[in-house]
Structure formats: structure tokens, C-alpha cells
């Protein structure tokens, strides 16, 4: 059954209580920050800080928007991580979730570049390349802290004291925000329906996504098509050829010279 | 049997010191390209050895370049000086491989066409792999770069076979391996195989 998240812009205050509670079920650890004029902290995502609140002020005719985003990773049907993992390490999962099988990870970092929202993070020495696994949400399915399987709510759905965030039955909760959506009226949108194959994590947006800092249309990268489904497939052909070419030449090349030798 | 001078010995550590780190790169660079390998990687320490391995795949080269310049600038010039015997060894040589006869097959130099074109390979998929390689390294990974590290692999791992199946298993190539491990060949390879350049070290207007 396809499960989502569903977050509601329109009902966030920014709490920021989602963020900590991710941190806490996962046992991340806590980020040395600096005010740099905004309740949001820290800058960015980490490999200790999976789902963060985003604050923008928006111009909008004279007045200002204050506008807030939950930033974590949308569990795209078409995820740009997967098709790109080398290893198989990240992988969807029946209800559409993308989690990681860490064993697996290389720590490529092929997933960051692919990824259109700039989710994964690692923790790797630029010099050696060593260091810990790819990170990122997986909505409550990491192995060993699985709230998901075990019929808990995932951590910051849990915790939201406002009711912005659900989880559920994916196609129950498209229907819940398109009717929100409509009650909401105005530049009011879903987010997250459509896109990527569907997201499975769905956003109830105020205004156009662009404000939110979300991307109007997000792809998967066309290389990273290209790279599975041409250039793999391509260099496997290549090399069996090749290969068989070069056993028939030898085996050709040998009966004749020997043929020949034995004529002589 | 008298023996001719091929390949001087640093030329040969050379040729193995490249073999080496590039049987490192390939393997530990195809845990990438291959899901089925790639618990090989073992947890990511194959990026540190294909990173070491690129620095000495880079180092070496450098090296012997500042140590030989001649005779590598003069390696270099040799890929890429091509004239009509090449265009002969082209036509003639499928036959020829194949076991045909040998009168089609235009007199060679030191390298043959066939081993100029696999030195060609080398100098533009090696130049291919360490720019790619090397912007990763310090940029991070980007789409294009995977897709050039790629496809030089392709055409580079795709020549390698051919030139590998050649040296160690072709009848008529009997002398390239021990050229390569001990720099000499039979007299009569090396006028067979490599007529122009014999002529030319015979006059005494050339060392190996």
C-alpha cells in the first residue's frame, strides 16, 4: 500500500518541533550554530540533522510573506538516488519510501549530485574518501529504529502540535489536501502529486513552489538515465564482442598457422 | 638464435608499473559499474585504493617523463605519426590476424599500426580518465564527468582485451610478451614483425 506524508504549509508555525524530534528518535547529534538573522538553523542539511525548517521572507505587493518549509527528503516515486546507486544501497520500498541498506554504501556520492532537492548528505574525507555512510530521512524505516513497520507514525508526524503534518494512505491523503486546497482558495496548491512519478511526501502550499524554495519542476537528471540505461547496457555489449571476437580469432588463427605448419 | 634489443628495462618497468595501477583502477572501478561486484568495494576502501592507484598512474608517467624525455616525447610522436603502410596494415591485417598469409602486411616500424592505435587509446582515454578523475576528486561527482570516466573505460578496457588477447594468446604475436618482460626478441621477429625499424637499427641510426 503507498503511504505519504502529508505536510500543510498553511497550518506550520515553524516550531521546529519535527526537527527535533527527527534528531531524537534517530540519535543524531545536536549542530553548532550562529545567528545569522534567522530562526533557522542550522544552514543546511547534515548527516546529524535529516529534516530541518526552512523560514523565507517573501516580497509579495507591498506586504511580506513569511513563508516556512519543511525540508527533508520527498521519497520521490521516480527517485533520482535509486536509479543512480551503484550498489542497490538505496532502494524504494513497497509503500514508495526510500530507504538505505548502509552495509551496501560506498560512499560514492553519486546520490548527491542526482538527487533534485540536494538531500543526501555523507560525511566522507575529500582526500581518502573515507568516512560514514550516505545519510538522509527514511521516513522512520532505518533498520533498528523502524517506527514505520512497527505501526508508529513516523517521528515528526508524531510530534507536529499543529496537525501540519499526516501520514497515511497515500491516495487518502491526496484527496484530504486537494479538498484543503480548495478550501484554502487563492495561489494555494498541492505539491508533490504529479511530480517525480508522484512524491511521498506532499506539500499543501500557499503560493507557487519557486517561493517556497522548492523546484517548479524537478527532474531526474538526464545522465544518470543515460549512464544506466545506455552507457551500462553498452559497455556490457562492448566487452562481450570483444570477447567472443577475439576467442573466435585465436582459435581461427591457431587451427590455420598449425594447419599450415603441418602442410609444410 | 641472436636476439635484438626491443625494449630497454626502464621503458619495461614502466610498461608494468602502468599495468599494475591500471588493473587496481579497473577493479576497484568497476565496483561502480557492476552491481553485482560491488561488495567488493568493502564499504568504500576500494576509493581509497583506486585513489592511490590514480596517483601513481599519474606519478609514474610524470617520472619516467622527467627522466627520459627524449624517448618519451619521441614515444608520443610515434602514436601519432600515421602514413600509407598503416593504411596498408589496416586493409591487410584482419586477414592476417585471422591466420592469412603474411605478403599483404606492409614492413612495420618499431610499434605496428595496430599497437600505435592501442598507444593512441592510451594517451587520450589516460588524459580522459585523470582530467574526469581528478575534477571528482576535488569537485565532487558530477554527471558528465561519471559519463567521460565511463566511456573512456569502454573504449579503453574494449582495446585493452584486444591488445591483451594478442600479446598473450596470438600465434603470430609469439615474441610481444617476452619483448616486454625480458626487451629482446628473436632477429628474425623483429624483421618479420618490425621491418623498418630493424633496417634502421641495423645501420646503426637508431637504438631500441
Redesign the interface.
Known sequence: MSKAILYDATKCTACRACQVACKNWNGLESEETTNWGSYENPKDLSTQTWLKMEFREVGNNGTLQWLFTRRACMHCTDAACVKVC???ALYKRTDGFVAINK????????C???CPFSIPKLD?S??????D?ITKCTACTTSGLNRIDNGYLPACVKTCPTGALAFGDRRTLVNTAQARVAELGGNARLYGKDELGGLHVLYILADAPEKYGLPADPKV????T??QNV??P??YG??GV??LG?LI??M???????S?EEGN | MQDVERFRKRAIYHHWWIVGCSFLLAVTGL???M?TL??G?W??????I??IAGGCFVGGPILYFLLNPKSSLEWIREAFTWNRDDIGWLKAAPSY????PEENMPPQDRSNTGQKLWMLVVIVTGLVFVVTGFLM??S?????A??LH??A??VA??MF??HF?LAV????MSEALRSMTTGKSSVHYAKSHHGKWYSRVMAGREQS
Open positions: 551503484p550498489t542497490g552495509d551496501k554504501c560506498t560512499n560514492c556520492g553519486y548527491i549530485d542526482a566522507a575529500r582526500v581518502s574518501g573515507l568516512g555512510r537528471p538526464t545522465y544518470t543515460v549512464w552507457l551500462k553498452l559497455g562492448v566487452a570483444v570477447g577475439l580469432n585465436i581461427v588463427a591457431r587451427a590455420r598457422i598449425i599450415r | 565496483f561502480l559499474f552491481e560491488s561488495p568495494a564499504g568504500g576502501y576500494s576509493r581509497l583506486h585513489r590476424y585471422f591466420g592469412g576528486w576535488i565532487g561527482v558530477s554527471g558528465i561519471i559519463i565511463d566511456i573505460f569502454i578496457g574494449a582485451l584486444v588477447s594468446f596470438h600465434p603470430r
